[in-house]
Structure formats: C-alpha cells, structure tokens
C-alpha cells in the first residue's frame, strides 16, 4: 500500500509550517554551553521539574555552563499536566529576574511550562488568556530552547501548549506559532534513565499523535509521510525501549519517532483520542500518555469506518498479514494497537485508573470543548463518545 493524495494539476498545493530549528542526536546536550555562549547568553532561566533534576538530567544539562560563565536560576516547581496558576507563577518568577534565555528540560509538563511562561511574560495577564487558536498578539523575543527527556510529546517543536483548568476539570490547548520553541535539542542520551511505565505511556502517545494526524481532515502530504515514519518508528522500538531502556538503538528510534510524530500534528493536528483525552485527564487526573493508551485501540476502530483506506495502512505498519483485503487490515488496526499497549504494560480499562462509572457523562460531554474533535474523520455523537467509554470501562 502506499500514500496516495489526489494532484490534479496546479489545483494541487498546501502549507506546512516549522519555526523550530531541530539538533537532533546523542550527546548534543553536553555542546549547549558552548553554543549559549556563542549566542551571547549570559543568564539562563532553566525550567524543570523535580524528577528530572532527581534523576541528575539538569545537572547532565548544566555541567559546562559555570566554565563557560553562564549562570541559571531553576525553576521546578512543575506538576504533571501543569496548571494555569502554575504557569502565571512561573512568569512572574522569571519576570523578576533578568533572564536572556530560557531553557525547558523534562517531559511535555517542563516544556508546556516554558512556553507558557515564555508567551505570559512577552504577553502579560494569565496564560487561560490565549487558550484557542492565534490569541497570542506579541512574539516573545527572549529564546526558548527545549530539551526533551521522554520520547512522547513532540512539545519541543510545537506550536501548542496543554494546561489543567482544575477548576472547570478541563485541559485548554494555546495554540499559536509564538508558542513554539527557538529550537529543540533532542538528545537520546538523555531517555536512557527513563523508567520503563513513563517510556510506555508517552510512547504510547508518540504513537497515536502519528495515528491520530493520519487520521486527521486536516492531513496534508508532509504531515502523511512525518506520521507514517512516525508510527513505523514507533512500533520498531517502543516494546525494546520499555522492556531494556538502556537499548540505545530502541531509544534513539523513539525519539526520532516522537519528534517526527510532533513535527506531524504541528500542522496536521490531532482527533478524537485526544479530546475525549483531555476531558478524561480533566475529571479525573489519569496522566494523559495513560488515558490515550486506553482511548487509542477504541478511536483507531471508530475511524476506520470512515477512512478504511488509512486505518489499513495503519495495520500494515504495524505489522498486519500481508496480502490481506482493505476491509481486513483496517479491522485488524485496532486490535494491534490493543496489542501494543498490553505489551508494553499499560492498562487497559478505565476501572483499572480508578475512573468512577458516574464520571462517564460528563466527560462525554466535555470531550466536545477540545479543539480537535473537529479535525477528526468521523463526527460522534455525544451518545457515542458515552458508549466507547462505557466500552473502555
């Protein structure tokens, strides 16, 4: 099978969009002194969160900078799926100070932070401002480079940010090209401490971003081909990354695959896994590369309805039976992935996360405040939504 799109002469044409300048490979940490200084940085405002620096990933990060006389104030006071409040603290912080760059290490929650903070201090008010698409009127001249230490999120070259909204048990997505980082520093070196449960939950979501903007209406050529490396990727390496993390091959392969997935739905955008995501995470706090494991198999069986065709590509890179029917390979996309996120470990019901039956409604309901509901290839009803996780449960 391959990817087809309809060209019909000049008629044929799209848009793709990457601010971020990308260095991709193993030990490409260790040169970030030396080219900061080259940049003519002399303050950095280091953003993380207290499992990286535990696990001594900023220490990694920040080993040269003293004999390179940088200096750095540390900002970790960052939860998992961080808060609003969280983000307009971290502004003022780094408002307070003099600060001529930022860099974010960690996972999707240090990054997220960064560009918040980023877009709050060139911006003012509170980051839930900007929730929604292109509110962010200033671009932040101040640099932010990002450093990712999970293979999963895609974060160091979006243009999105996610935050909790706990008092309306919701996540708002900030979308503009100002959120996006200067430049993303990916170093596979820096995943090799990952635990195995944190390497299976956010490559499970590294996955569904190349499923779900395959998926995506808002697909376009460049967007098909990065999701589809992307999941191929994925599925190469995510079992051997989970089950020996220091498999340098697996790792390398994932964070390649994650990058590539985030460059993806930087432009093709997401779909149904990650509304009804966000409403799960909202009402019940399951870390978010957790609910998308249990969506994923559920949402793949929802769209293939609709886009047969791309769920059968689907299953082939996941290693579907060749020579089998269209009709077959898209039903049996679903059922791989399930397969997937049982080896890798990850759960599989919703009672499983302790999600309470009479929270089902009413994330049904919210799943419809995201965004990205209306990129997805099929439209549900809210009745629908309520039956696939009456399904998960």
């Known amino acids: 099978m391959s990817v087809n ?32 200084v080259q940049q003519g940085v002399k303050r950095v405002f280091l953003v993380g969160d207290k499992g990286v620096e535990q696990a001594g990933l900023l220490a990694h990060v920040t080993q040269s900078w003293s004999a390179a006389g940088l200096s750095f104030q540390l900002f970790t006071d960052v939860e998992p799926d961080p808060s609003i409040e969280t983000i307009d603290r971290g502004a003022a912080v780094f408002q307070a100070g003099a600060y001529d760059c930022i860099v974010a290490v960690g996972g999707g929650s240090p990054l997220d932070t960064a560009k918040g903070i980023r877009v709050v201090a060139a911006n003012g008010g509170s980051i839930g401002d900007y929730a929604g698409v292109n509110r962010v009127a200033v671009a932040p001249q101040v640099p932010l480079i990002a450093i990712p230490t999970t293979s999963g999120t895609g974060s160091e070259v979006t243009m999105f940010g996610v935050y909790s909204d706990w008092q309306n048990h919701v996540k708002v997505t900030v979308t503009s090209p100002h959120m996006a980082p200067s430049m993303a520093l990916v170093d596979p070196e820096l995943t090799r401490s990952l635990p195995a449960a ?41 079992r051997r990354a989970v089950r020996d993390g220091s498999d340098m091959e697996a790792r390398v392969g994932m964070a390649h695959g994650s990058l590539l997935a985030g460059m993806a739905f930087n432009n093709g955008f997401l779909g149904l896994a990650h509304a009804i995501g966000s409403a799960l ?33 689907i299953a082939e890179l996941l290693g579907a039976k060749a020579g089998s029917s269209e009709q077959l390979a898209a039903e049996e996309a679903a059922s791989l992935i399930a397969q997937l996120v049982r080896e890798i470990g990850l759960p ?46």
């Open 5 to 36: 799109h309809a060209v019909s002469g000049t008629d044929f044409q799209f848009t793709f969009h990457l601010p971020t300048l990308i260095e991709f490979g193993c030990g490409k940490a260790k040169t970030l002194g030396e080219r900061l």
């Open 198 to 238: 944190m390497t299976a939950a956010s490559g499970i979501d590294a996955l569904a971003h190349g499923v779900e903007t395959y998926f995506s209406l808002r697909a376009r050529p460049a967007s098909d081909v990065l999701a589809l490396e992307a999941i191929s990727l994925v599925n190469a390496h995510l």
């Open 281 to 313: 995470s909202g009402h019940c706090h399951v870390p978010h590369g957790i609910a998308i494991g249990l969506l994923l198999p559920h949402v793949v069986q929802f769209n293939a309805q609709a886009r047969p065709d791309k769920a059968a590509k």
């Open 348 to 393: 599989t019901r919703l009672q499983e996360v302790g999600v309470p039956a009479e929270k089902l409604a009413d994330i049904a309901k919210d799943s419809f405040k995201s965004g990205m509901m209306k990129f997805n290839p099929r439209t549900p009803s809210e009745a629908e939504v309520r039956e696939l996780l009456e399904r998960m449960y």
